[in-house]
């Protein structure tokens, strides 16, 4: 066996055995403690497989010199197809929206109320956002920064993308069946939609991986989707019917993924034919 694929095998059974202790634990608690801990799983994980089957290969891609485009690339990206998105949905359901005037409140509860929108909006942005990576950054030294390179050399660009997506989903399905993440829709939509549409932004995280050589264009566009979706989408959708087509499980969102994945291959080939891949991470340096 390969020290590529005895290193994947090694950081998805751990990840995956150890996530569901705390994926278990959390669904009886509901304590935060152990969604904390279980987002630092996979990136606990893939430092640790770094070192030990990689060292001095700079195998998670930890490097803050990257091309500015990919950085801006990273924060339109899910800016765009969820703005979007969720304001068809809106437009579709009538105007689902609770206002923006009551977006404080709906986030900060009794500690909002009286704080005006567009104040809490640009101050809480940058805050928000860093403590957005700080989470992100635990999925994504794992999934992006050491898994998918390595995938990308054992088995090549489209295997190590539905590789990647597809367990990074399952990893997320304990929590879905506990009813306590994504579960505002029927569950068998909701399995299926969500799984679709980690398989679509997956291709979006695996390019800037592969063509920046740095994981940090994967944790903004994890820590800027998921900001905006849960602090500051969700509070003002209203209507029960907006994550049917708004979200991580909403059609509109697949779709609009769906063209920019299209976009995305058709860049990534004409930049393969003139550059090396993500593996160039695990050649010595």
Sequence with gaps: ???????????????????LIFELLYIFTKSDLFVSLLMWVPGITGIVCSKVFFRNQGALGFKFKVRPLYIILSIVIPAFYLVLTYALAWVVLKDPTTGIDTLPKAVLGEWGE?????????????????????????????WRGFAYPVLEKEF????????????????????????????????????????????????????????SGSVIPAILLHSVHNELDQLYLQPLSSNEKVPYYAGEQGIFTIAVVAIIVVLVIVVWKKQSKSMNTAYITLEEK
Excluded at 6 to 19: E, Q
Excluded at 130 to 138: L, P, R, V
Excluded at 174 to 203: C, E, H, R, W
Aim: aromatic share 12%.
């Design 1 to 19: 066996m390969s020290k590529e694929k005895k290193s994947l095998l090694i950081f998805y059974g751990i990840t995956l055995s150890v996530s």
């Design 114 to 142: 009286g704080i005006p929108s567009g104040t809490y909006i640009a101050v809480s942005f940058i805050p928000l956002l860093i403590s957005s990576a700080m989470s992100a950054a635990g999925e994504e030294l794992g």
């Design 156 to 211: 090549g660009k489209v295997k190590a993308v539905i590789i990647n997506g597809f367990i990074w989903a399952l990893w997320h399905l304990p929590l879905i069946l506990g009813d306590v993440y994504q579960s505002k829709v029927n569950i068998v939509y909701g399995i299926i939609a969500f799984i679709v549409l980690v398989m679509l932004v997956t291709v979006i995280y695996c390019w800037t991986r592969s063509v």
